[in-house]
Structure formats: C-alpha cells, structure tokens
C-alpha cells in the first residue's frame, strides 16, 4: 500500500509542479491568424445579410448601393444578382473594380472586401443563383436579370468581439490578400 501511495503523491507532486510554473500551455488563437480571420468575416458577412456594393463612376466617383448578397463562397468569392440596364453594369463593363462593405448587425465590427467585378449571363448560372424574393424586381421572366460575381483580391476586417483590432497607431485592421491567379 505504501509504494502506491508514494506513487501517487509523486504523480500528484509533479502534476502540481508542472501546471504552477507553465509547462501545460494554454493553446490561444492568434486573432490575426488568416483562419481566425475567415471565420469573422464569414460570422460578420452572414450576419449582415444586406451589404453595399461600391463601383466607380465614369468620373471616378465611388457609388454605394445596399445588394442582396448570396452567402459567400468557400474562397469567398461573393454573388449578386442585379437588371441588366442597372448604372451598376455600366460602371463595372467600364472599371471592374468593386468593395463589398459588410456592416455586423451590432455594429461592432466590420468587412470590407476588395475585388474585381465580373457579369455573367450564363443561364446555368443565373438558375443557380436565384431567390424567389426577387420574383418582383423581375416580372418579365427574369428577362433582364444578370449576375454579378466579385472574386476577391484583399479583405479586411475588424470586430472588437472577436478580438480583433486595429494597428494601435494608424487603426489599420488586419489585411488578407487571395491568391488572384
């Protein structure tokens, strides 16, 4: 009986030991982490639900337009549908350029991504990407219904809740570039 009992006050010791001075860690996120950073965005971007789309003008000038969003994709690639006859084409087919920005629904953090803009017409596609709710914008048939597809270049994004903050200087938030090729 005695050998077990020093046995297990030498394991009881040594567990002590080692959980006092740190030799069991504490595995934490880093929140900067490309993977932490994915989970927020996708978290923010599903919460939103509505997000803005912004284009450029054929003067340059930015222009914002609250867009029903499709969830995005794996590699975040982000679908719309919109009328073909819509300002927002022209702006595209002239400069390809587009932000999403994604607003979380407590306003607490945010998503901004940057991308190139692209319209399809691919009627594979345009049945793929269909809500019912949008039966209303397009009574003739979906007629003048076009897709448009955002691959993305760089996403930031910043929520407090999630821990993840800006540069403490310039508040830069953390950046995360795509593979464009």
């Not at 607490?108 to 039966?135: C, F, Q, R, T």
Request: aromatic share 12%; charged share 25%; net charge negative.
């Amino acid at each position: 009986m005695k050998p077990l009992l020093k046995t297990l006050n030498l394991l009881l010791c040594v567990f002590l030991f080692t959980s006092q001075f740190g030799f069991s860690q504490e595995i934490k996120t880093d929140p900067n982490a490309p993977s932490h950073l994915k989970k927020a965005a996708r978290e923010i971007m599903t919460a939103a639900g509505i997000c803005a789309l912004i284009s450029l003008d054929d003067e340059g000038r930015a222009r914002a337009r609250a867009m029903d969003a499709f969830l995005p994709e794996e590699d975040f690639v982000v679908w719309f549908g919109t009328n073909a006859n819509s300002r927002k084409v022209a702006q595209i087919k002239n400069d390809p350029r587009v932000t999403l920005y994604y607003l979380d629904e407590d306003a607490s953090g945010y998503v901004m991504l940057y991308g190139h803009a692209e319209l399809i017409d691919n009627p594979a596609d345009k049945k793929k990407y269909w809500k019912k709710a949008w039966e209303a914008f397009y009574p003739e048939n979906r007629d003048n219904y076009l897709l448009i597809k955002v691959s993305p270049t760089w996403m930031e994004v910043s929520s407090a809740p999630r821990g993840i903050h800006g540069d403490t200087f310039t508040w830069q938030p953390p950046i995360l570039e795509f593979d464009t090729k």
